[in-house]
């Protein structure tokens, strides 16, 4: 028996021991810690190896001298090495010492932007030639803008176009750096747990590791945010100031930080935050672009603000919640407002007065965040003092209207301005005002399951480290991580409430029901304007912002309650009976009300999830492609795309633009470019010259392929009505997709390497080819620059094939010039969008017809006579104008319609359109041919003059050059294009113009105007037989315009011929100007091999 009674004595002492020195709140809490920092560390893990994938390629890069280190530079020399942008070496090198000498005083430097700071100015650019192309730029930005000279600054580097080519740490250590700091924080938590064990600290053991877990999410964003080797490390401040707010929770095991300390000054804490928000009003500032007060230095006044007075009301309503238990309702009530058992107005003084503090906040501050945060914190500890909720729920409506009416008013403006985003988030007249479209972008590309720790863009999301935090978490880890956070904070503010109502007196119960109602409605607010429920109040995210002064404070609520709990704790361990009686007389007045404000709470929140997961998982698809209209900085509203999806674009390579014969017209590529260097010089291009390494895009012909490529770094012309650039019309297969909803349901795997449905998009055939042979379109640019640049004229030029109507070459003269911005005339495309006059070709047109009404046509005859006064032609009567033929030419006397083409009798085709066409079928004929020649009436009008090329007619080059394409093709006309794959639009059948027979008759006639017409002197001693017609158009000012239209070889095999129109604006004779310049370019198709001469027997 006496053993027995040892064996339970020592068993007692055991027991006793292990309850003093190993709590069990701390057994658990060492569980539950172990599994956070599991968690946290998983997370780590997967976010750096995200962050980290490219790695072995940068410090390849780094090793071959590819990326430049800013730490590391000790000479100009290194700088100059990647400054290939600029061609002038003494400019290069000039640029390369400023950045030098701007580092070596200030390294290490946290990131590549400080180059942003370099700037030159006016006087720099004055007082040394050897800023060339700085001073160009200077020179294009003044004439645009008007600035006056000496004003303003220019940025030295191109930040843009540098910053992929520098870094400011290697990858070691940025590893380095992670290591040490992750270390720093899981210790830190660590460190409290086992100081709270040695000091058999009684505290809630599950807010440590919700803490842990909430600040974990928090630090796994913050190293997901930032370029590893490029921008400052944002994780280093977040996790500093996590290991201080974990110092902070050691402040328990003080006695001195005990809340029955506190709770004797009751108006202290009062009197520090007046005396801080004076400081802040005085002296306070905001961030760029708002006028709300927030800041002092790097101090945030409103987060100890915040907290102070939530134990000034603690104190407060501790005092005197009876007294408001006992306020007997006004007599007098509507019947309709008796629910809400409202006070007489004397007893309501507190509610005014505390309304009217957060009201005198949200306008003074000019920040709607603390203001509602405060009002919401007093109206819920109101309502829980005096256990009824009818009069925090009017003064809840009185602070919203407040609101309100400061919206009405147009007061303060940062509020206006958030209210208007919160009312139409996708359409405001706010600069900047597509923050809440950023957000939802965020949400709906996380989607319902993220793209991953370390694989989304947070960093695209403005002030995605501080007030849009919660968008940045749903990015990466879906709906599920805002569930998580959701669960976390219920978790810590269910704890708070638990130790409320644990509490062994009413102070502690008031303070831990305020602590908990702040963290609930902080996070609340931020997340309800995150997600577009309530406008945005520009309040933090608790443990998840980047913010040492709020991380710091929301640490310190939690050691307060942590220490109300411990006390509770051991309270009840020191006498059971008392504690247990003081529990009751506080649960028993206090309990309802809590739980009412519990489940509001909880309401909410389970609202937002409900928010959440609209916008997550039933609209993501359709919100990740939405645009909004915004401001840009010119004042212009234009939309703005989802910047995930310009990302995402931005990473697909764009297509290659190949000629006929598979030679590289433009790409994104210098190493595709360096494949075809030696097609290039032989054809006298050298790319170094024509292109530069840096660009975005490459164009190795330069100004001669403009207009039919458009230029993509410039974008000039892209929407003009007058043009068709391959680089735009093509632009669905060149960027490998049609629209950004196309990218819409790959964009959350954009950073992910063998993900089977990025890589079925990136491996479409994004290559287009043009049907131009570039070998001559550079010969046919070369002729017309050399024909009409000495004389100073204008034209332009097309060649095609008659039979596939591929265009082979189009040229427009001038063209823009190689280097600097070109003029509205230069960017003209002349070729296929300038419309002229078509003076004697067009009876090429006229004959058509009429061979289309009657193929015996050719037989009719008319007569060319004297006038009288030295002039050639007919009259036709009820015109009362006579028909002129050229000034040089006699009667021709009687003629058929073959003679009549061969010396280009205007006389004849008047006659022939009046009696023989008419206006009906000449409009019909020329509809057929896609040649604009004005109304019905208008033909009818003018028809002698019609017929033959003068009045309301126009055409193009392009359209004269498929007119005679028609002709050489046996009277079917091919629609023509430019370019030949999938991506051309023009891909309708030829359309029967014209009998064969017909056909043959004008090819015939057409070879006689070289043989004995009005082209033979131009023509004459050629190999290659061609056929053609020229054109002078009159004007009524200025000389006419000189054309020539044709084909080449007369009588070739189908396939084997050149159809080709030419124009030469104020050129005079077609035949002294145009034919002269066609005969080159038949000559030059000959030398290329394009065409031959007919074999002998022919």
């Given amino acids: 028996m006496a053993v027995t009674q040892s064996w339970q004595?020592?068993?007692?002492?055991?027991?006793?021991?292990?309850?003093?020195?190993?709590?069990?709140?701390?057994?658990?809490?060492?569980?539950?810690?172990?599994?956070?920092?599991?968690?946290?560390?998983?997370?780590?893990?997967?976010?750096?190896?995200?962050?980290?994938?490219?790695?072995?390629?940068l410090q390849d890069r780094l090793n071959h001298g590819e990326l430049l280190n800013l730490n590391q530079v000790s000479e100009s020399q290194q700088v100059a090495a990647i400054l290939q942008i600029f061609n002038d070496p003494g400019e290069r090198e000039l640029v390369a010492q400023r950045i030098s000498s701007y580092l070596q005083p200030r390294k290490p430097v946290p990131n590549v932007g400080v180059l942003a700071r370099l700037r030159v100015t006016q006087a720099d650019l004055e007082n040394d030639s050897r800023w060339s192309s700085l001073r160009?730029?200077?020179?294009?930005?003044?004439?645009?803008?008007?600035?006056?000279?000496?004003?303003?600054?220019?940025?030295?580097?191109?930040?843009?176009?540098?910053?992929?080519?520098?870094?400011?740490?290697?990858?070691?250590?940025?590893?380095?750096t992670c290591a040490i700091w992750i270390s720093l924080y899981v210790a830190a938590f660590w460190l409290v747990h086992f100081a709270w064990r040695l000091r058999r600290f009684r505290g809630d053991p599950a807010i440590l590791p919700a803490l842990h877990l909430l600040t974990g999410i928090g630090l796994i964003l913050m190293i997901s945010l930032r370029d590893p080797l490029r921008d400052t490390l944002e994780f280093k401040k977040f996790a500093w100031g996590a290991v201080v707010g974990c110092a902070s929770l050691l402040l328990p095991l003080l006695r001195s930080f005990q809340y029955r300390n506190f709770s004797r000054w009751v108006y202290t804490p009062l009197l520090l935050a007046f005396a801080l928000f004076v400081g802040l009003l005085r002296l306070g500032s905001g961030p760029t672009g708002s006028d709300a007060k927030v800041n002092l230095g790097l101090f945030q006044p409103v987060e100890v603000i915040k907290v102070l007075l939530v134990f000034f009301l603690a104190g407060y309503f501790a005092h005197n919640w009876e007294r408001l238990r006992d306020l007997h309702p006004k007599r007098f009530v509507p019947r309709w407002l008796r629910w809400m058992e409202l006070p007489r107005a004397s007893h309501a003084l507190p509610v005014m007065c505390a309304v009217s503090c957060a009201l005198a906040l949200f306008f003074l501050l000019k920040d709607m965040g603390p203001a509602l945060v405060m009002g919401f914190v007093f109206l819920t500890m109101f309502a829980v003092a005096r256990g009824r909720s009818g009069l925090a729920l009017l003064g809840v409506f009185v602070l919203v209207c407040g609101v309100v009416i400061g919206y009405r008013l147009g007061a303060p403006h940062t509020v206006v301005e958030?209210?208007?985003?919160?009312?139409?988030p996708w359409d405001n007249d706010?600069?900047?005002?597509?923050?809440?479209?950023?957000?939802?972008?965020?949400?709906?590309?996380?989607?319902?399951?993220?793209?991953?720790?370390?694989?989304?863009?947070?960093?695209?999301?403005?002030?995605?480290?501080?007030?849009?935090?919660?968008?940045?978490?749903?990015?990466?880890?879906?709906?599920?991580?805002?569930?998580?956070?959701?669960?976390?904070?219920?978790?810590?503010?269910?704890?708070?409430?638990?130790?409320?109502?644990?509490?062994?007196?009413?102070y502690a119960m008031f303070l831990a029901v305020g602590l908990g109602t702040l963290i609930a409605l902080e996070m609340l607010l931020i997340s309800g304007g995150a997600l577009g429920a309530i406008p945005l109040s520009g309040v933090v995210s608790p443990f998840l912002s980047s913010g040492n002064t709020a991380m710091l404070m929301n640490f310190a609520i939690f050691a307060v309650l942590l220490g109300i709990s411990n006390q509770s704790a051991r309270a009840r361990t020191a006498d059971e009976e008392i504690v247990e009686s003081g529990r009751e007389a506080i649960k028993l007045p206090f309990s309802i009300p809590v739980r009412v404000v519990s489940v509001a709470l909880a309401g909410c929140a389970l609202a937002l999830v409900g928010r959440a997961a609209y916008i997550e998982v039933l609209h993501d698809q359709e919100l990740i492609a939405k645009n909004a209209l915004v401001f840009t900085q010119d004042g212009v509203k234009r939309p703005q795309r989802n910047p995930r999806l310009n990302l995402l674009a931005a990473s697909i390579p764009r297509g290659n633009i190949y000629d006929r014969n598979g030679l590289l017209l433009a790409t994104s590529s210098w190493t595709e470019l360096e494949k075809h260097h030696a097609d290039y010089e032989r054809l006298g291009i050298s790319i170094d010259q024509t292109c530069s390494r840096l660009d975005n895009r490459h164009y190795p012909f330069g100004p001669a392929t403009l207009h039919l490529l458009g230029d993509l770094r410039t974008g000039e012309n892209f929407h003009a009505t007058n043009a068709s650039l391959i680089e735009h019309d093509s632009n669905a297969r060149l960027q490998g997709y049609k629209d950004y909803a196309e990218l819409?349901?790959?964009?959350?795997?954009?950073?992910?390497?063998?993900?089977?449905?990025?890589?079925?998009?990136?491996?479409?055939?994004?290559?287009v080819t043009a049907t131009i042979d570039i070998r001559l379109q550079l010969k046919a640019a070369e002729i017309l620059k050399n024909r009409l640049e000495p004389a100073n004229k204008k034209g332009a030029l097309v060649i095609m094939n008659p039979q596939s109507g591929d265009v082979l070459a189009l040229v427009s003269w001038p063209m823009p010039p190689q280097t600097g911005a070109p003029t509205p005339d230069e960017l003209l495309d002349r070729a296929r969008y300038g419309q002229y006059p078509p003076g004697s070709t067009f009876k090429l047109v006229t004959a058509m017809a009429a061979l289309r009404l009657d193929p015996k046509a050719t037989e009719k005859t008319y007569t060319c006579r004297g006038l009288g006064d030295g002039r050639v032609g007919t009259i036709i009567p009820g015109w009362r104008r006579?028909?002129?033929?050229?000034?040089?030419?006699?009667?021709?006397?009687?003629?058929?319609?073959?003679?009549?083409?061969?010396?280009?009798?205007?006389?004849?085709?008047?006659?022939?359109?009046?009696?023989?066409?008419?206006?009906?079928?000449?409009?019909?004929?020329?509809?057929?041919?896609?040649?604009?020649?004005?109304?019905?009436?208008?033909?009818?009008?003018?028809?002698?003059?019609?017929?033959?090329?003068?009045?309301?007619?126009l055409i193009t080059p392009f359209k004269m050059a498929r007119v005679a394409a028609t002709i050489a093709a046996g009277g079917r006309m091919p629609e023509g294009r430019w370019v030949s794959d999938a991506s051309n639009g023009r891909t309708a059948a030829p359309i029967p113009v014209l009998a064969s027979d017909s056909a043959l008759f004008l090819q015939r006639a057409m070879r006689s105007v070289v043989t004995g017409g009005t082209a033979r002197s131009a023509m004459t001693g050629m190999t290659i037989d061609v056929a053609g017609k020229t054109g002078t158009a009159q004007l009524d000012a200025g000389d006419p315009h000189s054309w020539f239209a044709g084909f080449a070889p007369y009588e070739a095999e189908p396939g084997k011929q050149i159809a080709f129109a030419i124009v030469v604006e104020h050129g005079g004779y077609g035949a002294l100007f145009a034919a002269p310049a066609a005969r080159e370019i038949v000559e030059a198709a000959q030398q290329l091999g394009i065409i031959t001469a007919a074999p002998e027997n022919r």
Wanted: aromatic content about 8%; hydrophobic content about 45%.
């Fill in 9 to 57: 004595a020592t068993a007692a002492a055991n027991i006793d021991f292990e309850a003093r020195f190993k709590p069990f709140e701390r057994r658990r809490e060492a569980f539950w810690l172990f599994g956070a920092s599991l968690v946290v560390l998983c997370g780590l893990a997967f976010v750096i190896a995200a962050k980290t994938e490219d790695f072995p390629e």
């Fill in 136 to 176: 160009a730029q200077q020179k294009s930005l003044t004439d645009k803008t008007g600035a006056k000279t000496g004003r303003s600054t220019l940025p030295l580097v191109p930040l843009p176009k540098i910053k992929p080519l520098v870094v400011v740490r290697t990858p070691r250590e940025f590893l380095r």
């Fill in 418 to 424: 958030r209210v208007s985003m919160w009312l139409s």
């Fill in 430 to 506: 706010v600069r900047g005002g597509d923050q809440l479209a950023h957000s939802l972008w965020a949400f709906a590309t996380g989607g319902p399951f993220g793209s991953g720790p370390g694989w989304g863009d947070p960093s695209v999301i403005p002030a995605g480290h501080t007030d849009l935090v919660l968008p940045s978490i749903a990015e990466e880890w879906g709906l599920p991580g805002v569930l998580s956070v959701c669960i976390l904070f219920a978790l810590l503010v269910h704890r708070a409430f638990r130790i409320a109502l644990n509490a062994p007196e009413e």
């Fill in 744 to 767: 819409a349901p790959v964009v959350r795997y954009r950073h992910q390497r063998g993900n089977p449905v990025l890589e079925g998009l990136l491996n479409r055939n994004r290559d």
């Fill in 882 to 953: 006579p028909v002129r033929d050229d000034i040089k030419d006699h009667a021709h006397g009687t003629l058929n319609m073959a003679n009549a083409i061969r010396v280009s009798c205007n006389a004849y085709f008047a006659q022939l359109g009046v009696y023989n066409v008419g206006a009906k079928a000449l409009l019909e004929t020329a509809d057929l041919l896609g040649i604009p020649a004005g109304e019905l009436a208008q033909i009818r009008k003018m028809m002698p003059f019609a017929a033959y090329g003068q009045g309301p007619v």
